[in-house]
């Protein structure tokens, strides 16, 4: 089993930016590939950036290229994602998402673990 949380979230005034914070619990940590999904309010939840096990290959959804950098640290069990330049619909609770695959993946289904979510609330 993998625990997840999140932080990091808050409120920022549009074209600031956010770092957020995902701590996984165990051992295994650098096995899992992970990522992070967002959900916006009457929206279904969506992808936005993925990382492999090492760290060396990454993938973001298009609305964040540029924008948003996703990096992890094994050492530290931690996945972090940074924003800038944020926007009002960014607005989102982000989740990360761990699953036991090495390759980075983009389908909701490809994940095992998920954290409870932190909210991100851009001011315009």
């Not at 999140?6 to 295994?28: D, H, N």
């Not at 096990?53 to 609305?63: H, I, K």
Request: contains cysteine; neutral net charge; glycine residues 10%.
């Amino acid at each position: 089993q993998v625990q997840l949380v999140e932080s990091g979230g808050g409120l920022v005034q549009a074209g600031g930016s956010l770092s957020l914070s995902c701590v996984a619990s165990g051992r295994t940590f650098s096995s899992y590939a992970m990522g992070w999904f967002r959900q916006a309010p009457g929206k279904e939840r969506e992808f936005v950036a993925s990382i492999n096990w090492s760290g060396d290959t990454v993938l973001y959804a298009d609305s964040v290229k540029g924008r948003f950098t996703i990096t992890r640290d094994n050492a530290k069990n931690t996945m972090y994602l940074q924003t800038a330049n944020l926007k009002s619909e960014d607005t989102a609770v982000y989740y990360c998402a761990a699953h036991r695959r090495r390759f980075t993946a983009t389908e909701q289904s490809d994940y095992d673990y998920w954290g409870q979510g932190i909210q991100v609330t851009v001011s315009s």
